[in-house]
């Protein structure tokens, strides 16, 4: 790191709050704040212990333009493992971007993107894995979803790592020590240990990559479509489960002839809802057109809601309909159970498994529905705390990871050599340290951190 450049920004949101923070960070931090900051006892920021808080004015161009609490953090006990000062004043677009002129005026020059969390990293606050849990904190839009982040975050996903990482280290170590030093006293290699160790670290790896999908439904969420005939209560059945009037509903067939598009949460799944025309066949143009649209949307969708009128019998639209829940992972919802049943269930039971009976119109099923979103997204069985993948550049790294130790086992399978295997375990080893960031370019560190806002 530059320790001659100090970096400040606006950590909090832009617009109108109770408070707005300004942070500084580098060598400079407290004397560039005493730049801008007027302390009511006179005590210069500079002077003063880490963890400690003074109260005074900002004075930008000899004019006062705010009260304001300055909090001073010394590294390395601080967020970027630097001298940090941040000033809270105001909340207000105005007067935030005042107060940072003011510290850009003294010395300190614009943070880039994600540069504050760049910089713990790469000061060895965090791995690149917590730093990533960062940004998964503040866009998360479920409890799971930030209870996983905050998880990784806390290291948990690192120690996962670790473990079989430093297995991995210590039998490339005696593998290496056993070859070379031959004349010592070092315990005999055999072929049933290094079996042993592959085995464990393919089973957590195979592990981490099983919850992978589950962690991205809780955190990216699921392309959903509702669909089916019309005046089945698709419109309905999105307003339950949105709990907005988000879609117009009528008797009037065919009422909803575009797609509408909401995100929602159900249970521990973040659903990205499409409520499509209803299906069938008809002769209106604009209708035919939100037919044809609902259809192809149900073609890429990662989960159908397919609904069903309990008080009608099945109809071609409805068969269709099924034919095309084969295509992919589906929930039958059976609606207007509060009415007289006259649908042949055992039909939708042949090939749909998962089934839910509701009364959309009368606020029931939103539960039930929930339960079978769980199980078709794996997350009844994810437990945020062992840590789990946040994202593609991590997968990659433990599929690429467990594809290594694989052609170790392999190679010692088909009786090559020891150093053939000790070749494929440490591309393991290598796969899994790119992934923390103890191996890492700076075209991965600026993928990971581009994303980031730039307060943080």
Not at 213 to 219: C, N
């Amino acid at each position: 790191m530059d320790d001659n450049k100090t970096i400040a920004a606006i950590s909090t949101a832009q617009g109108e709050g109770g408070i707005g923070v300004i942070r500084i960070s580098g060598s400079r931090s407290a004397e560039i704040a005493d730049k801008v900051f007027r302390n009511i006892n006179s005590k210069k920021l500079a002077d003063m212990r880490g963890y400690t808080a003074a109260f005074g004015k900002i004075v930008y161009n000899d004019e006062e333009l705010d009260e304001a609490v300055a909090l001073v953090f010394r590294a390395p006990h601080s967020y970027t493992g630097e001298d940090v000062v941040e000033i809270s004043c105001h909340g207000g677009v105005y007067i935030t971007k005042q107060v940072l002129r003011a510290v850009l005026d003294a010395g300190a020059v614009p943070a880039q993107a994600g540069e504050f969390t760049k910089r713990a990293f790469l000061n060895g606050k965090i791995d690149l894995t917590e730093a990533e849990a960062v940004i998964d904190i503040i866009t998360a839009k479920s409890r799971c979803a930030a209870r996983s982040a905050m998880f990784v975050k806390e290291g948990a996903l690192r120690k996962r790592i670790s473990s079989v990482k430093d297995e991995l280290l210590a039998l490339i170590a005696h593998l290496s020590a056993w070859a070379d030093y031959p004349e010592e006293d070092i315990a005999e290699v055999d072929d049933e240990m290094i079996f042993s160790v592959c085995d464990k670290a393919t089973n957590e790896l195979e592990k981490l990559l099983s919850s992978y999908d589950a962690g991205q439904a809780v955190k990216q969420g699921i392309d959903t479509v509702i669909a089916g005939r019309p005046n089945v209560g698709k419109s309905t059945l999105m307003n339950l489960l949105s709990g907005s009037e988000k879609s117009i509903v009528t008797d009037i067939p065919g009422t909803t002839r575009d797609v509408v598009e909401e995100t929602v949460v159900v249970g521990d799944v973040i659903l990205r809802l499409s409520d499509t025309a209803g299906l069938r066949n008809t002769d209106d143009a604009v209708e035919k057109i939100g037919v044809d649209r609902a259809k192809k949307r149900l073609e890429q969708c990662g989960l159908l809601i397919a609904v069903f009128d309990n008080s009608q019998t099945l109809g071609e639209d409805d068969y269709e309909l099924l034919e095309l829940s084969a295509q992919v992972p589906s929930i039958a919802v059976i609606n207007k159970t509060d009415l007289e049943n006259k649908l042949d269930i055992d039909k939708i039971k042949y090939k749909i498994d998962n089934i839910v009976y509701i009364s959309a119109a009368n606020g029931e099923g939103r539960e039930e529905i929930a339960a079978a979103v769980e199980k078709i997204a794996g997350t009844t069985k994810l437990n945020p705390s062992e840590g789990i993948l946040s994202n593609e550049r991590q997968r990659s790294n433990v599929a690429g990871a467990l594809r290594s130790v694989k052609e170790a086992r392999e190679a010692l399978s088909f009786g090559m050599t020891y150093d053939a295997v000790t070749v494929s375990l440490e591309d393991a080893v290598s796969e899994l340290s790119e992934m923390t960031g103890e191996k890492t370019s700076d075209e991965v560190l600026d993928r990971v951190f581009h994303n980031f806002c730039v307060g943080k």
